[in-house]
Protein backbone atom coordinates (compact mmCIF):
# COMPACT_ATOMS: atom_id res chain seq x y z
CA UNK A 1 0.00 0.00 0.00
CA UNK A 2 2.61 2.31 0.71
CA UNK A 3 4.81 1.58 -2.78
CA UNK A 4 1.76 2.31 -4.69
CA UNK A 5 0.79 5.58 -2.32
CA UNK A 6 4.78 6.68 -3.55
CA UNK A 7 4.70 6.09 -7.18
CA UNK A 8 1.66 7.50 -7.11
CA UNK A 9 2.84 10.47 -5.33
CA UNK A 10 5.93 10.80 -7.68
CA UNK A 11 4.54 9.87 -11.01
CA UNK A 12 1.66 13.23 -10.23
CA UNK A 13 1.76 16.69 -11.90
CA UNK A 14 2.07 19.41 -9.55
CA UNK A 15 -1.16 21.59 -9.67
CA UNK A 16 -0.85 25.08 -9.50
CA UNK A 17 -3.82 27.22 -7.61
CA UNK A 18 -5.49 30.43 -8.20
CA UNK A 19 -4.63 31.78 -4.78
CA UNK A 20 -2.46 34.67 -4.02
CA UNK A 21 0.54 32.70 -3.87
CA UNK A 22 0.32 32.20 -7.77
CA UNK A 23 3.08 34.02 -9.63
CA UNK A 24 2.27 35.43 -13.60
CA UNK A 25 4.50 34.30 -16.23
CA UNK A 26 7.42 36.68 -16.68
CA UNK A 27 6.73 38.22 -19.68
CA UNK A 28 9.09 37.61 -22.99
CA UNK A 29 9.41 41.77 -23.59
CA UNK A 30 10.23 43.29 -20.44
CA UNK A 31 9.38 47.07 -19.73
CA UNK A 32 11.54 49.43 -20.50
CA UNK A 33 12.94 51.36 -17.81
CA UNK A 34 11.41 54.86 -16.80
CA UNK A 35 15.23 55.96 -17.98
CA UNK A 36 15.16 54.62 -20.98
CA UNK A 37 11.53 55.43 -21.78
CA UNK A 38 13.05 59.08 -21.32
CA UNK A 39 15.45 58.48 -24.26
CA UNK A 40 13.29 57.07 -25.96
CA UNK A 41 10.51 59.94 -25.49
CA UNK A 42 13.55 62.22 -26.35
CA UNK A 43 14.61 61.15 -29.08
CA UNK A 44 11.43 61.09 -31.08
CA UNK A 45 11.10 64.57 -30.23
CA UNK A 46 14.19 65.47 -31.48
CA UNK A 47 14.34 62.98 -34.87
CA UNK A 48 12.26 65.31 -36.56
CA UNK A 49 14.76 68.12 -35.95
CA UNK A 50 17.06 66.24 -36.48
CA UNK A 51 16.46 65.27 -40.05
CA UNK A 52 15.87 68.78 -40.91
CA UNK A 53 19.41 69.75 -40.18
CA UNK A 54 20.75 67.17 -41.45
CA UNK A 55 18.87 67.20 -44.70
CA UNK A 56 18.51 71.42 -45.10
CA UNK A 57 22.18 71.83 -43.43
CA UNK A 58 25.03 69.41 -42.96
CA UNK A 59 24.30 67.58 -46.43
CA UNK A 60 24.23 70.94 -48.41
CA UNK A 61 27.29 72.04 -46.39
CA UNK A 62 29.22 69.02 -47.07
CA UNK A 63 28.12 69.50 -51.27
CA UNK A 64 28.80 73.20 -51.07
CA UNK A 65 33.03 72.05 -49.61
CA UNK A 66 32.96 69.42 -52.67
CA UNK A 67 31.31 72.03 -55.05
CA UNK A 68 34.19 74.54 -54.31
CA UNK A 69 36.63 71.52 -55.61
CA UNK A 70 35.50 72.16 -59.26
CA UNK A 71 35.02 74.97 -62.02
CA UNK A 72 30.91 74.73 -62.18
CA UNK A 73 29.24 76.46 -65.17
CA UNK A 74 26.01 77.53 -65.24
CA UNK A 75 25.16 75.14 -68.41
CA UNK A 76 26.26 71.91 -65.65
CA UNK A 77 29.57 71.47 -66.91
CA UNK A 78 32.05 70.30 -64.09
CA UNK A 79 35.81 71.02 -64.01
CA UNK A 80 38.00 69.61 -61.47
CA UNK A 81 40.39 72.49 -60.05
CA UNK A 82 41.23 71.44 -56.44
CA UNK A 83 42.18 74.41 -54.47
CA UNK A 84 42.17 77.00 -57.46
CA UNK A 85 38.76 78.49 -56.48
CA UNK A 86 40.63 79.07 -52.86
CA UNK A 87 43.48 80.60 -54.78
CA UNK A 88 41.50 82.50 -56.73
CA UNK A 89 39.32 83.83 -53.44
CA UNK A 90 42.55 84.79 -51.65
CA UNK A 91 44.04 87.11 -54.92
CA UNK A 92 39.95 88.58 -55.38
CA UNK A 93 40.43 92.27 -54.45
CA UNK A 94 36.52 92.98 -54.75
CA UNK A 95 35.83 89.81 -52.38
CA UNK A 96 38.20 91.23 -50.06
CA UNK A 97 36.93 94.64 -50.36
CA UNK A 98 33.45 93.12 -49.61
CA UNK A 99 35.21 90.75 -46.56
CA UNK A 100 36.21 94.62 -45.25
CA UNK A 101 32.49 96.37 -45.53
CA UNK A 102 31.25 93.26 -43.78
CA UNK A 103 34.15 93.87 -40.88
CA UNK A 104 33.13 97.23 -40.58
CA UNK A 105 28.69 96.22 -40.89
CA UNK A 106 29.33 93.52 -38.09
CA UNK A 107 31.52 95.66 -35.97
CA UNK A 108 28.98 98.35 -36.20
CA UNK A 109 25.68 96.61 -36.11
CA UNK A 110 26.35 94.21 -33.44
CA UNK A 111 27.42 96.86 -30.47
CA UNK A 112 24.66 99.01 -31.74
CA UNK A 113 22.32 96.26 -31.42
CA UNK A 114 23.03 94.47 -28.16
CA UNK A 115 22.72 97.83 -26.43
CA UNK A 116 20.05 99.09 -27.93
CA UNK A 117 17.72 95.52 -28.04
CA UNK A 118 19.24 95.44 -23.89
CA UNK A 119 18.22 98.72 -22.73
CA UNK A 120 14.86 98.53 -24.28
CA UNK A 121 14.39 94.82 -22.71
CA UNK A 122 15.27 96.74 -19.36
CA UNK A 123 12.79 99.54 -20.46
CA UNK A 124 9.76 97.32 -20.73
CA UNK A 125 10.43 95.38 -18.27
CA UNK A 126 8.87 98.06 -16.19
CA UNK A 127 5.37 98.06 -15.16
CA UNK A 128 4.41 100.71 -17.08
CA UNK A 129 0.82 101.83 -18.22
CA UNK A 130 0.20 100.26 -21.68
CA UNK A 131 3.94 98.44 -21.45
CA UNK A 132 2.82 95.79 -23.85
CA UNK A 133 1.03 97.46 -26.77
CA UNK A 134 4.76 98.95 -26.57
CA UNK A 135 6.26 95.70 -26.85
CA UNK A 136 4.03 94.45 -29.55
CA UNK A 137 5.03 97.77 -31.38
CA UNK A 138 8.66 97.11 -31.22
CA UNK A 139 8.17 93.02 -31.83
CA UNK A 140 6.21 93.83 -35.12
CA UNK A 141 8.96 95.03 -37.83
CA UNK A 142 10.56 91.50 -37.23
CA UNK A 143 7.47 89.17 -38.11
CA UNK A 144 7.32 91.31 -41.53
CA UNK A 145 8.96 90.20 -44.64
CA UNK A 146 12.87 91.97 -45.26
CA UNK A 147 11.55 92.92 -48.81
CA UNK A 148 8.76 94.79 -47.61
CA UNK A 149 11.51 96.30 -45.30
CA UNK A 150 13.28 97.24 -48.26
CA UNK A 151 10.69 98.72 -50.04
CA UNK A 152 9.20 100.84 -47.71
CA UNK A 153 12.46 102.34 -46.23
CA UNK A 154 13.83 102.92 -50.15
CA UNK A 155 10.74 104.84 -50.51
CA UNK A 156 11.16 106.85 -46.97
CA UNK A 157 14.94 107.91 -47.67
CA UNK A 158 14.50 108.84 -51.33
CA UNK A 159 16.65 111.93 -51.97
CA UNK A 160 13.52 113.94 -53.42
CA UNK A 161 10.41 112.65 -52.35
CA UNK A 162 11.33 110.36 -49.29
CA UNK A 163 10.02 111.46 -45.69
CA UNK A 164 13.40 111.50 -43.93
CA UNK A 165 14.86 114.18 -46.31
CA UNK A 166 11.31 116.59 -45.99
CA UNK A 167 11.65 116.33 -42.33
CA UNK A 168 15.33 117.51 -42.00
CA UNK A 169 14.11 120.08 -45.07
CA UNK A 170 11.13 121.24 -42.68
CA UNK A 171 13.62 121.53 -39.41
CA UNK A 172 16.21 123.56 -41.56
CA UNK A 173 18.37 120.70 -42.24
CA UNK A 174 19.63 119.48 -45.41
CA UNK A 175 18.56 116.89 -47.35
CA UNK A 176 21.25 113.57 -47.74
CA UNK A 177 21.79 110.89 -50.46
CA UNK A 178 20.98 108.03 -48.10
CA UNK A 179 21.31 105.33 -50.78
CA UNK A 180 23.54 107.38 -53.12
CA UNK A 181 26.37 107.79 -50.77
CA UNK A 182 28.79 104.84 -49.91
CA UNK A 183 28.95 105.74 -46.90
CA UNK A 184 25.40 107.12 -45.56
CA UNK A 185 24.08 104.22 -47.66
CA UNK A 186 26.03 101.26 -45.26
CA UNK A 187 24.67 103.59 -42.47
CA UNK A 188 21.33 103.14 -43.99
CA UNK A 189 21.33 99.76 -43.92
CA UNK A 190 22.47 99.29 -40.40
CA UNK A 191 20.25 101.45 -39.53
CA UNK A 192 17.32 99.71 -41.00
CA UNK A 193 18.81 96.20 -40.20
CA UNK A 194 19.20 97.51 -36.24
CA UNK A 195 15.35 98.55 -36.62
CA UNK A 196 14.38 95.30 -37.95
CA UNK A 197 15.74 93.09 -35.47
CA UNK A 198 15.89 95.33 -31.99
CA UNK A 199 12.26 93.90 -30.91
CA UNK A 200 13.55 90.12 -31.47
CA UNK A 201 16.77 90.89 -28.94
CA UNK A 202 14.33 92.44 -26.59
CA UNK A 203 11.95 90.29 -26.24
CA UNK A 204 14.92 87.41 -25.24
CA UNK A 205 16.65 89.96 -23.15
CA UNK A 206 13.54 90.39 -21.31
CA UNK A 207 13.03 86.41 -20.99
CA UNK A 208 16.07 86.77 -19.53
CA UNK A 209 15.81 89.50 -16.96
CA UNK A 210 12.43 87.83 -15.56
CA UNK A 211 14.03 85.10 -14.88
CA UNK A 212 16.35 86.31 -12.32
CA UNK A 213 14.98 86.30 -9.00
CA UNK A 214 13.23 89.48 -7.49
CA UNK A 215 14.17 88.70 -3.81
CA UNK A 216 17.66 89.81 -5.11
CA UNK A 217 17.00 93.16 -6.05
CA UNK A 218 14.85 93.79 -3.11
CA UNK A 219 18.26 92.79 -0.78
CA UNK A 220 20.43 95.15 -2.64
CA UNK A 221 17.66 97.96 -2.14
CA UNK A 222 17.79 96.88 1.90
CA UNK A 223 21.54 96.96 1.50
CA UNK A 224 21.21 100.60 -0.32
CA UNK A 225 22.74 100.04 -3.46
CA UNK A 226 21.90 102.38 -6.66
CA UNK A 227 20.51 101.13 -9.26
CA UNK A 228 23.26 101.08 -11.65
CA UNK A 229 25.13 98.99 -8.92
CA UNK A 230 21.96 96.68 -8.86
CA UNK A 231 22.91 96.20 -12.82
CA UNK A 232 25.87 95.70 -12.69
CA UNK A 233 26.16 93.58 -9.71
CA UNK A 234 23.43 91.36 -10.35
CA UNK A 235 21.50 91.96 -13.66
CA UNK A 236 24.92 91.78 -15.67
CA UNK A 237 26.29 88.62 -14.20
CA UNK A 238 23.41 86.34 -14.38
CA UNK A 239 22.36 87.37 -17.72
CA UNK A 240 25.43 86.44 -19.29
CA UNK A 241 24.06 83.19 -20.89
CA UNK A 242 20.96 85.83 -22.27
CA UNK A 243 23.87 87.40 -23.90
CA UNK A 244 26.23 84.77 -24.89
CA UNK A 245 22.84 83.69 -26.99
CA UNK A 246 22.29 87.75 -28.24
CA UNK A 247 26.13 88.33 -28.89
CA UNK A 248 26.28 84.65 -31.08
CA UNK A 249 23.00 84.94 -32.99
CA UNK A 250 23.67 88.62 -34.06
CA UNK A 251 26.91 87.95 -35.26
CA UNK A 252 25.77 85.11 -37.58
CA UNK A 253 22.71 87.42 -38.44
CA UNK A 254 24.69 90.11 -39.36
CA UNK A 255 27.22 88.01 -41.40
CA UNK A 256 24.78 85.72 -43.14
CA UNK A 257 21.45 87.51 -43.35
CA UNK A 258 19.91 90.38 -44.68
CA UNK A 259 20.14 89.97 -48.02
CA UNK A 260 17.32 90.46 -49.38
CA UNK A 261 16.94 93.57 -47.71
CA UNK A 262 20.45 94.87 -49.29
CA UNK A 263 18.97 93.52 -52.56
CA UNK A 264 16.33 95.69 -52.40
CA UNK A 265 17.43 98.71 -50.91
CA UNK A 266 20.88 99.40 -53.15
CA UNK A 267 22.41 96.34 -54.77
CA UNK A 268 25.12 96.33 -53.61
CA UNK A 269 25.82 99.83 -54.35
CA UNK A 270 26.98 102.54 -54.36
CA UNK A 271 30.48 101.51 -56.40
CA UNK A 272 30.19 98.39 -54.02
CA UNK A 273 30.07 100.69 -50.96
CA UNK A 274 27.25 98.00 -49.89
CA UNK A 275 28.44 94.70 -51.09
CA UNK A 276 28.79 92.49 -48.28
CA UNK A 277 30.34 89.26 -48.88
CA UNK A 278 27.05 87.38 -48.51
CA UNK A 279 25.94 89.76 -51.60
CA UNK A 280 28.96 89.40 -53.44
CA UNK A 281 28.76 85.28 -53.01
CA UNK A 282 25.05 85.46 -54.13
CA UNK A 283 26.48 87.50 -57.61
CA UNK A 284 28.91 84.76 -58.30
CA UNK A 285 26.69 82.42 -58.19
CA UNK A 286 23.47 83.35 -59.60
CA UNK A 287 24.24 86.34 -61.90
CA UNK A 288 27.62 85.21 -63.04
CA UNK A 289 27.18 81.48 -62.73
CA UNK A 290 30.34 81.12 -60.68
CA UNK A 291 28.93 77.84 -58.29
CA UNK A 292 32.35 76.47 -57.59
CA UNK A 293 33.16 79.87 -56.83
CA UNK A 294 30.65 81.06 -54.57
CA UNK A 295 30.64 77.71 -53.29
CA UNK A 296 34.78 78.20 -51.87
CA UNK A 297 33.97 81.79 -50.64
CA UNK A 298 30.68 80.23 -48.86
CA UNK A 299 33.11 77.59 -47.10
CA UNK A 300 35.40 80.18 -46.01
CA UNK A 301 32.67 82.43 -44.86
CA UNK A 302 31.50 79.42 -42.43
CA UNK A 303 34.89 78.94 -40.95
CA UNK A 304 34.62 83.03 -40.43
CA UNK A 305 31.43 82.58 -38.55
CA UNK A 306 33.15 79.50 -36.58
CA UNK A 307 36.08 81.53 -35.59
CA UNK A 308 33.42 84.09 -34.25
CA UNK A 309 31.83 81.73 -32.38
CA UNK A 310 34.56 80.31 -30.65
CA UNK A 311 35.80 83.78 -29.75
CA UNK A 312 32.29 85.01 -28.14
CA UNK A 313 32.07 81.53 -26.67
CA UNK A 314 35.53 82.29 -24.80
CA UNK A 315 34.84 86.19 -23.63
CA UNK A 316 31.31 85.19 -22.30
CA UNK A 317 32.80 81.71 -20.61
CA UNK A 318 29.97 79.58 -22.45
CA UNK A 319 27.24 81.82 -21.02
CA UNK A 320 28.42 80.71 -17.31
CA UNK A 321 27.10 81.99 -13.96
CA UNK A 322 30.79 82.64 -12.61
CA UNK A 323 32.14 85.77 -12.63
CA UNK A 324 35.83 87.13 -12.39
CA UNK A 325 36.90 83.82 -12.81
Same mark, same amino acid.
Given at each position: ?63 ? @? ?94 ? @??? @? ?6 AGFG ?13 ? @? ?28 EAAR ?84 VVFA ?16
Open positions: MSSVTAHDTAGAKPRTTGGPTAQAPASAHPRLSRRHREWVAAGLFLAPDALGLLVFVAIPMVLS @VVLSLFQVSGFGSYQWVGLGNYDRMFHDPLFWQSMKITGIYVVVLVPVLFCLSLALGLLVKQKLPGVGAYRTALFLPYVISLVVVGVLWKFMLDDQ @VGV @VNKAMRAGASWLGSPGLALAS @VIAVMTWVMMGYYMIIFLAGLQEIPQEYYIDGASAWRSFRSITWPLLRPTSFFVLLMSTVAAITGGLDLLFVLTKGGPANGTSLAIFYIYQQAFTFGEYGYASAMGTFLVLIMGVIFKVTKGGRFDDGE
